[in-house]
């Protein structure tokens, strides 16, 4: 295995050069055979990275710890179940997972891609194989996963005992994919730039592919804030943590990407925006997997860190300057034909929105980068802690929170102001409505909660009503059950609805962190077998605790019988192992989960006569509403993405020097 792995690494590598040199070579000469052969080279490379996965996975499978990799991530005791988070449970591995993810996702948009591309569609190959080899390299040089030793032990060390969660099955891999997701849009754009091909052509593929990433970011952030709440013991999902900023990041980049390039394919503007927007999402993935894989700042998944910052803070440069460089190269004829019309029009909302996202983005880079500035200049860490996240990032969140409610209810172009007060009286009217009975009746005196409320209730309440109304006229003209006139509407324009039902699952996610910050109540305590307490509304009973032993690790359970206003509720189980070679517990909560409100339990420290225990009992309202979330968001973007017949854009070719004249093609 570790002779297969390795030589497919360095095929890979091979063919992933070959298609970079043969795509830039054969597009720009006109060599359409070059270019088919570069492209293949693409779809080979994808190949032989899988030969390499299933290398990897199998030398776990068969307990081979003459690997390196296979012995430092797993052992004898660790549940055959575990051995695809072994796989990229250190920096070989995931470094290997992020070169197939990425060669993977290259060969489908190659093959996605339609021909009439030409030019735009081998630049684009040649960006994306270029970028492979980067990795590609450093995976063959300095982190190869196929390493042998020179005499292999009995026994391994074992994987981390943080990761054995069934979050970890798809929380990693779902990050990593999505930030190396962003190589596509961003490949396109450059092949847009490299064609002298300066139109629409690139934005279908585009906005199909940041979509992906987009999904994959944010289905991945939510399972890691599932993870953090159900494992870390702290009973919260989301502490600003650098290496979830990480990923927050690039997300924020590319919904302003996604939003702002609707109004590049409706209306033909944000075309010089839009590059810029999918350089930043990108400089900030690179970032990104230089946070993950450097290890640079202290963060909860330190055990990830490594000694290769310098590799991928380098590549961050160089890429950067490469990008924008470019950017600039081709910034005269970038300029879109049609302006802003008026301050009062979807546009304009739409680019008011791209500002906070970016604001939200840069703001928290700040807080990721200070501790590296400070350390820099005065030789002491200062961390940045929630506080400053919170009170930066907060009021532009609601600020961006109120816009996606007011936004779709302005008109393109131009309206004035007696038209807007139209569109906003009924949604604003009904919000006033229901902000106020929920204040009377939940007795909410805070007012960031009042406010909060309010501006997630107006967007609810805009997205619904609009549903019923294009659902009444469809049931009307037609005569079709309102059923089926409310799918023909969705259906009608997939992209607008598929965003309008991700809206409503940024409600649920606020009302989650609402509730949950604001009304959060926690109990330490320590109880023995038999003693009770009570948190809230809930009644905790320590009935008893089972003690089982492995050979890497020690595992108990507390048993608790749980009651609500005295009607018993049955028994949760709060978990936790002790790993001596690793010098750590592990716990796992003991959760109840409702849409009012979860009971939460933590299981730790045990004393000396194995009957008393130290528990963290807490109360968080509303945290359902942010899994039931993570649903809704897949739910919308599959919508958004589900395929619908379109008309191919126009297309001028552009003359090599760059600030020629611009032919406008139809749009």
């Known amino acids: 295995m570790a002779d297969l792995g390795t030589a497919t690494i360095t095929l890979a590598l091979a ?84 070169a197939f993810a990425l060669s993977g996702m290259a060969a489908v948009s190659m093959a996605m891609t339609p021909r009439r591309a030409g030019a735009l569609r081998a630049y684009t190959n040649g960006v994306l194989m270029l970028i492979l080899t980067f990795f590609l390299v450093v995976l063959l040089v300095l982190a190869n996963p ?18 054995t969660h069934p979050g970890m099955f798809v929380h990693p891999p779902m990050l990593m994919t999505g930030l190396v997701a962003i190589t596509v849009p961003f490949a396109l754009g ?35 804030a599932w993870w953090a709440y159900t494992i870390l013991g702290w009973g919260g999902y ?50 990104g997997i230089f946070i993950n894989r450097g290890g640079p700042v202290p963060s909860v998944h330190s055990f990830g860190a490594s000694t290769l910052g310098w590799v991928f803070l380098t590549f961050l440069g160089v890429a950067t300057l490469a990008s924008f460089g470019l950017f600039f190269y081709r910034l005269a004829v970038l300029r879109s034909t049609h302006a802003l019309e008026s301050t009062l029009s979807r546009e304009t909302a739409f680019l008011v929105n791209n500002l906070l996202l970016l604001g939200i983005a840069f703001a928290t880079l700040w807080g990721v980068v200070f501790p590296l500035i400070s350390e820099l200049t005065t030789g002491r860490t200062i961390t940045v802690g929630e506080p400053f996240f919170n009170q930066v990032n907060g009021p532009m969140m ?36 229901i902000t106020a009975a929920v204040a009377v009746l939940f007795e909410i005196r805070i007012i960031a909660v009042l406010v909060g409320t309010a501006a997630s209730t107006l967007v609810a309440v805009s997205v619904l009503r609009e549903w019923v109304r294009g659902t009444i006229a469809r049931h009307r003209a037609t005569g079709a059950a309102y059923p089926l006139a ?25 009302f989650g962190i609402i509730g949950s910050t604001f009304y959060s109540t926690t109990r330490d305590v320590f109880m023995r077998v038999g003693d009770s307490t009570t948190v809230g509304v ?29 009607k018993p509720l049955g028994t949760m189980r709060a978990w936790n192992g002790v790993y001596p070679s690793f010098q750590m517990v592990s716990t796992r909560a003991a959760i109840r989960s409702t849409p009012v409100d979860d009971l939460y339990v933590i299981f730790s420290e045990v004393q000396p006569d194995g009957q008393t225990a130290a528990f963290r009992l807490l109360v968080n309202p509303m945290v359902w509403w942010m899994w039931v979330a993570g649903p809704f968001v897949i739910l919308g973007t599959v919508i958004a993405l589900w395929p619908a017949r379109q008309r191919a854009a126009a297309y001028v070719e552009l003359p090599d020097r760059a600030g020629a004249g611009l032919a406008e093609g139809a749009s």
Not at 539 to 565: C, G, K, M, N, Q
């Open 486 to 510: 409310f799918a023909a509407l969705i259906a009608s324009n997939r992209p607008r609805y598929g965003g309008y039902v991700v809206h409503l699952a940024i409600v649920m996610l606020a």
């Open 190 to 224: 450059m092949g847009t730039l490299l064609s002298g091909r300066i139109d629409d052509e690139w934005v279908d593929s585009a906005r199909v592919w940041g979509l992906v990433a987009w999904a994959l970011l944010g289905t991945g952030l939510l399972l890691g």
């Open 146 to 163: 196929f390493v042998e030793l020179a005499a292999a032990p009995f026994d391994g060390i074992g994987i981390n005992p943080l990761l």
């Open 538 to 566: 809930y009644t905790v009973e320590f009935a008893a605790v089972e003690t089982t032993t492995f050979a890497d690790r020690t595992e108990r359970e507390a048993v608790l019988r749980i009651s609500r206003d005295g």
């Open 15 to 98: 063919l992933a050069a070959y298609g970079s040199v043969a795509s830039f070579v054969g597009a720009n000469g006109r060599q359409e055979a070059l270019v088919v052969s570069g492209r293949r080279a693409n779809y080979m490379a994808a190949l032989a990275l899988g030969v390499a996965v299933l290398a990897l996975v199998t030398a776990f499978l068969s307990n081979d710890f003459s690997i390196r990799y296979v012995a430092e991530h797993s052992n004898l005791a660790m549940p055959r179940i575990y051995t695809w988070v072994a796989f990229y449970a250190g920096n070989e591995g995931s470094l290997l997972f992020v």
């Open 238 to 287: 989301w502490a600003w943590d650098p290496v979830e900023n990480a990923a927050f990041m690039p997300w924020l980049a590319l919904t302003a990407f996604i939003h702002s390039i609707m109004v590049q394919k409706r209306r033909g503007m944000f075309r010089m925006w839009n590059i810029a927007l999918i350089n930043i999402a990108y400089t900030l993935g690179a970032f």
């Open 398 to 433: 609601l600020a961006l929170i109120v816009l996606m409610g007011v936004g779709p209810l302005l008109p393109w172009r131009t309206a004035t102001w007696a038209t807007v007060r139209r569109a906003l009286v009924v949604p604003v009217a009904i919000t006033a409505a």
